[in-house]
Structures are given as C-alpha cells and as structure tokens.
C-alpha cells in the first residue's frame, strides 16, 4: 500500500526566510503528487501537481516543489516567506491512476508557523 | 465554475443522533470523493462516486455510514447513531474521470458530545 511520510510536524520561519517542507512517498509506480495548503477551518488548496515532465513544478503564491525519484522525495520550496504563509500543508499522492480509482493518500501535514 | 460547497459548514449533535452533510461538487466534475479529517491528521479516504455509482468504500466506513450520489449530482454523506468517536472534519472533493486533480469543498466539521 502507497503512503506518504511528512518528517516535520511543526516548522516555525522568520518572515522573509526560505523555507523547505519535506514530503517522501511509498509508491511502486510513477506518482502523482500534490501539495495543498489548509488554513484554521478551511478546505484544501492545491499549490501545485506533478504528473510527469519537468520534476521542477511551480505553484501558486510563489512556492515550487521538485520531484527525486530516486530519493522517493516531493519537497516544497518557497524562496521567502510571508507571514500569510502560515497554515498547514500536506503532501499527497493520487492512487491508482492507471486503474482509474483516483483517491489520495495524504500525510499528516506539517505546520508552519512565520516569525515576524 | 462555483467550486465544491458542503453544507452544512458545522454540526453539532449528541451522541446517538443521526446526521446528515451535503456536498454540491463542480458540475461537470463526474468523480465524488468523501474524505475524513481528524486533528492532526491528514485526511483519509472514505469512498468515492463515478457519477451515481458508489465504486470504494473503505474500512473506515463503517455500517453506520452511508453514502449516496443520486442521479450523480449532489451526494450525501449520513452518519446513523453517533459516536464521539466521530467528530472530525468531513472534506468532499470532485474531479474529471483520469483527471487527477481533485477540488475540495470546505469542509463539515462535526462535533459529537
């Protein structure tokens, strides 16, 4: 079974500072692979995807992430962060594409909090 | 393009009550997935719709879930005799069939006391 492994829980960064969110993934196949952000109470928003291509993939409000296969890696970069920023942010990888199931498994997420 | 809504947003109910959430995907989106988010956690599949049919469910979804999607539209999420062990955030998301991409609604989070 696939499953996804965000090492750090809580991640705190001074405003301005870069940042680096892990994510490593268990999957036999070539994943798809996501990061959202999740604000208090909210929904999902997706950053950004990577299905095949350029393992460099740029997102939404500044941030990129890099797929290693060889490292089973999915890191998130932002250059410099915003105290908006703050939230949680999860990984996920889509199961099963080729046979038409679809559904995520998600890592518990990673919290991060901006210093002023 | 309205995006997913779940309604309602929150719920409280007492142990043993019965509860129904609602969720409105994207209208042209034919795949409907329900997901459970806990504190702390990550959400977890619950099972998912191609347009009425109910493909997966689960083990998390125990018998006292019940999921329907009629006429594949809207689908409905039903919890029959509450436990506190069910209070969490349940998220809805909808996508295009071999479109990976899923859009979720907000959420309901429920509170069992």
């Known amino acids: 079974a696939q499953s996804v492994t965000q090492p750090d829980i809580h991640i705190t960064v001074s405003e301005g500072a870069s940042l680096e969110l892990r994510c490593n993934y268990s999957?036999?196949?070539?994943?798809?692979l996501f990061w959202y952000v999740q604000s208090p109470g909210q929904g999902l928003q997706l950053l950004l995807k990577?299905?095949?291509?350029?393992?460099l993939v740029q997102g939404i409000k500044g941030f990129e992430a890099e797929f290693k296969r060889s490292q089973s890696s999915f890191n998130l970069r932002k250059p410099s962060v915003h105290w908006s920023d703050a939230a949680e942010y999860f990984c996920?990888?889509?199961?099963?594409?080729?046979?038409?199931?679809?559904?995520?498994?998600f890592g518990d997420g990673t919290t991060l909090t901006v210093k002023p | 393009d309205t995006g997913v809504s779940q309604d309602p947003r929150h719920k409280i109910t007492k142990r043993g009550q019965n509860v129904t959430f609602r969720c409105d995907p994207i209208?042209?989106?034919?795949?409907l997935y329900w997901y459970r988010q806990t504190l702390g956690q990550g959400p977890e599949f619950l099972t998912y719709f191609q347009n009425e049919a109910q493909l997966e469910k689960s083990r998390l979804l125990s018998d006292r879930f019940s999921a329907e999607r009629p006429k594949g539209s809207f689908s409905t999420l039903e919890i029959q005799r509450t436990e506190q062990g069910d209070s969490a955030m349940y998220l809805c998301a909808s996508s295009l069939v071999l479109r990976e991409t899923q859009y979720f609604g907000p959420g309901t989070r429920l509170l069992v006391l």
């Open positions: 990577y299905f095949s291509g350029d393992t």
């Open positions: 999957y036999g196949a070539t994943p798809y």
């Open positions: 996920a990888v889509v199961e099963d594409h080729n046979t038409n199931a679809g559904k995520s498994t």
């Open positions: 209208s042209e989106h034919n795949r």
